[in-house]
């Protein structure tokens, strides 16, 4: 079974500009979960999407947004981008489903896509 | 509100010493706790987790962890460590919802 897919794995961009980064998650994984992970603040979560709906969101400024699509395939879109934005931005998809008992949300992680803001 | 504590950013042991790391969480409801394991350039990597059932979880590589809920503790150990463990390895939480907390990471160098 392939795993998690990101694309770009990297990207260099302007203050100003937007990025849109895209994932892939593992074949019939309905989850899918970002997080922006930086030397100083570590791994924060960005926000999660299950069946294209947005069931958790971190303590992200606006400019931070995301989708998900009827395949579970998921985009972020970062606009007007800042310095602060440099950091990797990893995904993750996981088996959680909707409603029912909660389940351990064990998540399996692509490799991440380096964005670099000049 | 949910947190995850790794004590040490930085932990060096030589080739064939006793890994130890650190993880305390706070909960108010059961939790169900991880580790991952990020080599350079790469993703995270599942090494164990604890949902429920036995409190001494092993895990992939010999790592170990075992859940202490009176200590509200999940520390990682490896009996002996090897070069290949040199990465940054985060403890995880999950309290119920779909949303997981991670600690802010160790890095652990071995030395030869």
């Known amino acids: 079974k392939a795993g998690v897919t990101q694309t770009p794995r990297y990207l260099i961009k302007t203050r100003g500009q937007q990025v849109t980064l895209s994932c892939s998650p593992i074949?019939?994984?309905?989850?899918v979960s970002w997080y922006q992970q930086t030397p100083g603040q570590g791994l924060q979560f960005l926000f999660e999407?299950?069946?294209?709906?947005?069931?958790n969101k971190g303590n992200f400024p606006g400019r931070f947004s995301g989708r998900q699509f009827s395949n579970s395939r998921s985009e972020m879109n970062v606009s007007t981008l800042e310095l602060g934005d440099s950091a990797l931005y990893l995904c993750?998809?996981?088996?959680?489903?909707?409603?029912?008992?909660?389940?351990?949300?064990?998540?399996?992680f692509g490799p991440g896509t380096r964005l670099t803001v000049l | 509100a949910q947190s995850v504590t790794q004590l040490g950013s930085h932990v060096s042991v030589s080739e064939g010493a006793l890994v130890l790391l650190r993880c305390n969480y706070s909960?108010?409801?059961?939790?169900?706790l991880f580790w991952y394991v990020q080599y350079p350039n790469q993703g995270l990597q599942l090494l164990l987790k604890?949902?429920?059932?036995?409190?001494l979880v092993k895990g992939i590589n010999g790592f170990e962890a075992e859940f202490k809920k009176s200590e509200t503790s999940f520390h990682l150990t490896k009996p002996s460590a090897h070069m290949s463990d040199a990465a940054e390895y985060f403890c995880?939480?999950?309290?119920?919802?779909?949303?997981?907390?991670f600690g802010a990471g160790t890095r652990l160098f071995v030395k030869a």
């Open positions: 993750a998809s996981s088996l959680a489903e909707a409603g029912g008992p909660v389940t351990y949300n064990e998540q399996f």
């Open positions: 074949s019939g994984h309905r989850s």
């Open positions: 999407y299950f069946s294209e709906t947005q069931r």
């Open positions: 909960s108010s409801v059961p939790p169900y």
């Open positions: 604890y949902t429920t059932g036995a409190t």
């Open positions: 995880a939480v999950t309290m119920g919802g779909f949303k997981t907390i």
